[in-house]
């Protein structure tokens, strides 16, 4: 149903709405909060006194005695006063914020309902500073006002994230309120069950329903606890669900190819290798082995934190696909990555018959239709590239092996793209964005898991520190000294804006201003996304042949560049970074055999100058960045950082749910409710075995949210 259908929804707001991602009733009741405040305790104000220790909001039921404006004898500035009364006292409500308003929004004799937490006044007397309130209707005498009816008072109260934009249509918190009220009074008993009588009865869950109702506006404490319980339930048996059929399609539906594991290729390369192989590296390698012998598809996950050399296994395993006579496509998400994995395959089997294609965009049109000759003839056994490598015109003349790096960067529909250029290839799937161990089985749960827990012997810890903006001197002089003793450096400048245009435009007034001003005499190259392929691979040239001696770049250096000489990494702004993209940017530096230094350099003031946030929420980020830094000088194991970035950011964002094609997470959070993704998962995986294809007619309720909410998700054609 269209939100113009509820009260105080007019074209404005519901343009705002639209922008956020709300377009009908349905969205803004799956809106939920993101927390509450308990205001459900109701005094009397004379005994307000009783609870100013206790530094909690309470409510009061008062009629309005007086009001009036008085103007700041030092900042002339005005403010409000407000005094109600009920049947024995007095109470003052003072507002400094929005005075002119407040001055004149009451009437006389107006019962009103007002919580906020009781403080004293110079004077010594009580008093509320901001309260929120309600208007009642009717008399002073009446026992008991109509709570289920109120906003902001007198229960618990739901607070609703918004936006600047949301705010300046009247959508702030309170404004959500008042919208939503409406929509769950009339329109939450629409919501069509979404799990059988059986799984309700089963785990005790609320009806949805009457759980959207709670989440909303709970009546006590018990229920909202049940509430979000049901929800979560919901979010995490669906989630389940979906990797329940993946697992099933992968394990069931599909005839793979079984290798022999002799490779003489794979071998050749192990004896002229540089280096021994981990202990961690050979475990993989034996298990991505007792994979690719199964007539089963591998569908495999293999993490390693950066550094810890995923790409030399990744290839050992695409050498015996070759030598049993299958092409490996190598997909990466970025130019620059699959550029850099390129060159190092080409490194690594030169002394090899082995023949390596480079496929990405912008490439000349006749050396392009040659590299698609090649891999429709079979000419070429491994094909790196980005995206291309899923165009319709790209055909493989025999596919039997996939890698796919940096996987959370693409979605499903593409990793099965990919996947469907052979038939039933084996898929090795990587990521240097380490998953907290306990839930790695949760979120690829249709995917077997490696770990590469160890990294090379000779690479030292990188020591890494926070720097202020007054120390920035020091910091330019330590990255002189480094070059002076023939290291390198790169020096990262954050997405200022979400555009690439304003980006590109920071990037290069900041390396004119290091070129000119700061490091006149070393040579400084700038990188970035706008560049094209030839001139990025130009640069990296440049500096991976020493021909610079400072890098300056945005994030596209995030992950796949590997120059052995940089010590240095310098991240600007670094508050302004996310944990993961910290420690990958990290993990350009360390890879040589020198000690190797990420200096962190921030700005906390930054949260306090950005526009449309209040001063809690600058607060809040403010804390959140210094746990971000903090973290990383504490620890360089990419795992504990995973935890801490679960905590601050929380699964959905961390985890990237929507190009994952999982579910969004509203209320449950994988860290936390482990006891209900049991129950959940349970559920989902006994339901498949039970009935596979949804049909009886208790399950219809399931069948038809799966199709209509997450069957595209996965490209479920079996289940339709």
């Not at 009717?138 to 906003?151: M, Q, V």
């Not at 929509?183 to 059986?198: F, G, Q």
């Not at 992968?250 to 002229?272: D, F, M, Q, V």
């Not at 995973?642 to 929380?650: F, Y």
């Amino acid at each position: 149903m269209p939100l113009q259908y509820l009260k105080g929804v007019g074209p404005k707001r519901a343009a705002a709405l639209h922008e956020a991602g709300i377009s009908a009733v349905r969205d803004l009741l799956n809106y939920y909060p993101f927390g509450y405040l308990d205001r459900s305790t109701v005094v009397r104000i004379g005994d307000l006194r009783n609870h100013v220790d206790t530094g909690k909001p309470v409510t009061v039921i008062g009629e309005v005695y007086r009001q009036e404006g008085r103007r700041s004898k030092r900042t002339r500035k005005l403010i409000t006063f407000l005094t109600v009364r009920d049947e024995n006292d007095y109470l003052t409500c003072v507002w400094f914020e929005r005075a002119e308003w407040y001055k004149d929004a009451f009437e006389p004799g107006e019962l009103l309902a007002l919580a906020a937490k009781p403080t004293y006044d110079q004077m010594g007397r009580i008093q509320f500073v901001h309260p929120e309130f309600d208007r009642l209707k009717g008399a002073p005498e009446e026992d008991e006002p109509d709570w289920g009816r109120l906003f902001n008072t007198g229960s618990i109260i739901p607070k609703y994230s918004s936006s600047a934009q949301l705010a300046k249509a009247g959508l702030d918190s309170r404004g959500f309120r008042r919208i939503l009220r409406q929509a769950v009074d009339r329109h939450a008993d629409t919501i069509a069950e979404t799990l059988s009588p059986k799984i309700v009865d089963q785990h005790d869950l609320l009806e949805l329903r009457r759980a959207v109702r709670e989440i909303h506006f709970p009546e006590d404490h018990t229920l909202l606890e049940h509430a979000r319980r049901r929800l979560k339930f919901d979010e995490l048996f669906y989630l389940q669900l979906m990797l329940a059929y993946r697992r099933k399609i992968n394990r069931e539906e599909s005839k793979g190819i079984s290798y022999e594991l002799e490779s003489s290729l794979a071998r050749t390369l192990i004896s002229a290798l540089p280096f021994e192989l981990t202990s961690a590296q050979q475990k993989v390698l034996r298990e991505i082995a007792d994979d690719m012998k199964s007539p089963r598809p591998m569908n495999r996950l293999l993490q390693g934190d950066v550094g810890s050399g995923k790409t030399i296994v990744a290839l050992l395993s695409a050498l015996v696909a070759a030598d049993n006579g299958y092409q490996v496509a190598f997909m990466a998400p970025t130019e620059i990555l699959a550029e850099q994995h390129y060159r190092s395959i080409l490194q690594f089997v030169a002394p090899l018959p082995i023949e390596v294609r480079l496929l990405v965009g912008g490439q000349r049109k006749k050396a392009r239709a040659e590299i698609l000759e090649d891999i429709r003839e079979g000419r070429a056994h491994i094909v790196v590239g980005t995206h291309a490598l899923i165009e319709e015109g790209v055909k493989f003349r025999e596919l039997g092996f996939v890698i796919i790096d940096e996987q959370h960067r693409f979605g499903v529909l593409q990793r099965n793209e990919l996947r469907a250029k052979g038939l039933h290839p084996d898929v090795l799937v990587m990521t240097a964005t380490p998953i907290p161990r306990t839930l790695s089985m949760t979120l690829y749960g249709d995917l077997d898991v490696s770990i590469i827990d160890e990294l090379p012997a000779h690479r030292k810890p990188i020591r890494t520190a926070i720097r202020l903006d007054h120390q920035k001197e020091r910091v330019y002089q330590f990255v002189r000294d480094e070059v002076a003793a023939g290291r390198q450096a790169y020096i990262v400048v954050p997405l200022i804006e979400e555009s690439e245009k304003i980006d590109l435009k920071a990037a290069t007034k900041e390396f004119d201003r290091l070129q000119k001003e700061v490091f006149p005499n070393l040579r400084l190259g700038l990188l970035h996304g706008r560049l094209s392929s030839a001139d990025k691979e130009d640069v990296m040239r440049s500096f991976k042949e020493k021909d610079l001696d400072v890098l300056v770049a945005t994030t596209v250096i995030e992950v796949g560049i590997d120059i052995p000489n940089a010590s240095v990494m310098i991240i600007e702004d670094a508050e302004r970074f996310g944990l993961s993209q910290l420690h990958q940017l990290r993990g350009r530096v360390g890879r040589g055999a020198d000690q190797s230094y990420c200096i962190l350099m921030a700005d906390y003031g930054y949260f306090q100058r950005k526009k449309g946030v209040s001063a809690d929420e600058a607060r809040e980020e403010q804390d959140k960045a210094r746990r971000r830094l903090e973290t990383m000088v504490e620890t360089t194991d990419g795992f504990k950082i995973a935890e801490v970035d679960l905590q601050l950011r929380g699964p959905g964002e961390l985890f990237g749910t929507r190009q994952s094609g999982l579910p969004e997470l509203r209320v449950a959070n994988l860290q936390t409710d482990q006891d209900v993704l049991r129950d959940a998962r349970a559920a989902a995986f006994h339901l498949v075995a039970d009935d596979p294809e949804l049909r009886s007619k208790e399950n219809a309720m399931i069948r038809t949210h799966f199709t209509q909410h997450h069957k595209d998700q996965i490209a479920l054609s079996s289940v339709g």
